[in-house]
DNA sequence: TTGTAGGCGTTATCAG
DNA sequence: CTGATAACGCCTACAA
């Protein structure tokens, strides 16, 4: 008896409420009313009953009572990547409220592929959650999500919206979030004002081109990354700044080494921008790192507005600029919204918004106003 | 047909084999069979079956599969928090080598408390995970695990050890660490240092007491936080560096504001220390916080060596000198070790000591050294 | 090759 | 108040 403890074949098979009945003389019909304590069960057979279970080490076999049931108090979340604070601050917010329901999380990672978040999604469904949330890859392509939702399994979309899917999405307002950012920079004076972000592999082609009318134009889906695109050029139309394809920067996600080039590339422009829009948290510490490592000064060389309250942008010097959204919240109203369908709210999907906000810090400084009409 | 496409009773019940073998003209064995892709079918009959069950829109209960086979393919992680980087970076290992296995993870945050730490326990044993993966709070009372090991569910320990448990444990030397991280300082010519770290609400009061040989004994078990004050205590004896109980402050997790309030009080003794060893990843944030808030030069006012290689203490200035661990192998090595387990390896649990790296970059520097003998 | 039947553990229904 | 029995969906002996 001194091995097998550690290891997995340890226990025997594990006690039922049939070995519980039989130990305490009972039949399983009245072991399992003591134990789940419903129906009616005379108090000495109850404690009785609790005795052997004890004696036992039972355990209750939640697996066969979902499969009576129907239900497994289980609910899934698709996010891209559990590794990037936004993603694990949404996932704690949603285990909180899962935990409060009295439910449990199971967790994927997508990588923001497409392939990987319908094998998620799939396998979440043979699991038989009672619920989803997913941060999609794709806001068009959302068949496996359309399946979820055919089989009774509600899905709420966190940080991206499908005008496809009828389901409740909770976001933020990405363009008017990235024109309030750039315009803040236009504000301030600059003129020649870059982008840096990161944006989806399967979009990232021919992001950005020429019109007749000599204004950029922005092709793709509404996904974060492409709004936040459009709020930048609308911004630059709004305040008559040229914009130019070059002075939009991206890679796609994942890439961390391709989006420093980037940033650096962006910085040796010609005619090299005074300011710089990081679109997202891996983009502002990418465009932060690139500056320093040409020995530019914020704001003094350069400015910068970044994106996400991350606690870093207050550590470093000068404290950054930047959009904040709350994660946090936005996993906590997506699981909220998501447990009132599970217990059958059928109301349309509905589009929650949530709030950002500037927050000026210093890192973007003005540029000794020219402005324009 | 306009609604209930969104809600959580879309579906009228979900087919079955049997539904798919009515819709087939076939028996139940047979549609299981060419569904399942097992035993032997004949090649019409497997196009009908399958054709039947897209035709339904057919998926597999993965619960009566689990019913019947007795395994889950999933396991559990119960971290402290999955918003805290550290453990967000361990989850996403854990993730990794788990979907190469064909398993899913359910996450709980124990918040550091064991009360929450048994309920997950409990109920992830309810659900019949094959394995899991913990941060314990208790390094003693780990009743909840050992009874996890004696239901045949292994068990896999990361970040702490425990004495009591015969199970793996991934870990780092945290004693070894912290005594580099302050010989560092110590060589550096410091002889008044200070140390700051958050604590287990459990461990807390009288943590540190005076023996008869006027040298600083640590009380407590070995737990990452107590060991890492161990090594701070045995790296000041060693140089001949007076201690005292008034230079190591610390706070219970979760109380960042306590944290800057007791850095503060450690900046403001009136022989403050000229040097200081932020114990964990938030101690470091809270005194690099706390000594910009004085005003404070780093490191010419005051030096210090923080833990855990975050992103941000190379973004900061100047860069931090740090102890680097890697959470992201720690949770993949866990769960490596826990497949094995799981696929039965059942001999004595292993304690793996992962190893950890000073990181010498900015944030400490000398003292005109007085060195002592 | 195909079909029939039984059981995994729980809970609920129905008799006694 | 207690006991026998059926059912959830799948898989697999076993029989045809």
Redesign the interface.
């Known amino acids: 008896m001194a ?9 025997r098979r ?1 006690p039922t409420v049939a070995d519980v009945a039989r130990e305490a003389g009972v039949s399983v019909a009245t072991a399992g009313r003591a134990l789940g304590d419903y129906g009616r069960v005379g108090d000495a057979l109850r404690d009785q009953v609790r005795a052997a279970a004890a004696r036992l ?1 039972y ?6 009572r ?2 009576r049931s129907g239900g ?1 108090r ?1 609910i899934g979340f698709v996010g891209v ?3 990037n ?1 936004y993603f ?2 949404a ?2 917010g949603i ?2 409220v899962a ?1 409060k329901e009295g439910y ?6 997508s990588d923001d592929r497409l392939d990987i978040e319908r094998a998620a999604v ?7 959650i ?2 989803i949330v997913v941060a999609p890859n794709a806001v068009i392509d959302v068949g496996h999500l359309q ?1 979820a ?6 899905v709420v979309l966190l940080d991206r919206h499908s005008g496809v899917l ?3 999405s909770v976001v933020i307002d990405n363009e008017a979030a990235a024109r309030e950012a750039v315009s803040h920079l236009l504000r301030l004076g600059h003129r020649r004002v870059g982008m840096l972000l990161c944006v989806d592999p399967s979009e990232s082609p021919e992001l950005v081109r020429r019109a007749g009318t000599g204004r950029l134009e922005v092709h793709g889906a509404a996904r974060p990354s492409i709004d936040r695109i459009r709020g930048y050029v609308a911004a630059m139309d709004q305040y008559g700044a040229p914009t130019a394809a070059e002075l939009i920067r991206y890679t796609v996600v994942g890439e961390a080494a391709h989006l420093e080039r980037e940033a650096e590339a962006l910085l040796d422009l010609p005619d090299a921008p005074t300011a710089v829009f990081a679109a997202d948290n891996v983009a502002t ?1 990418g465009l ?2 690139a500056v ?1 490592g040409r020995g530019l000064g914020i704001p003094d060389d350069i400015s910068m507005v970044g994106f996400d309250d ?3 942008t207050t ?3 000068p404290p950054l600029t930047v959009v904040a959204q709350s994660p ?1 919240d936005m996993g906590r109203i997506a699981a909220e919204r998501l447990f009132a ?9 509905e589009r929650i918004i949530l709030p950002t906000e500037l927050i000026v810090r210093s890192s973007a400084a003005g540029r000794d106003a020219v402005h324009t009409a």
Chains 1, 2 share one sequence.
């Open positions: 091995s097998t403890k550690t290891g997995a074949q340890g226990g594990r080490g355990s209750p076999n939640g697996v066969a979902s499969m497994t289980t990547d559990i590794s604070p694990a601050t996932m704690r285990c909180d935990r449990e999380a199971i967790l994927a990672n799939k396998v979440l469904l043979e699991k038989q009672e619920g399946r939702q055919e089989l009774g399994v509600p009828d389901a409740d510490q932060f790192t320093r991350l606690d870093w550590l470093v010097d946090m369908r599970i217990k059958g709210d059928d109301s349309p999907g």
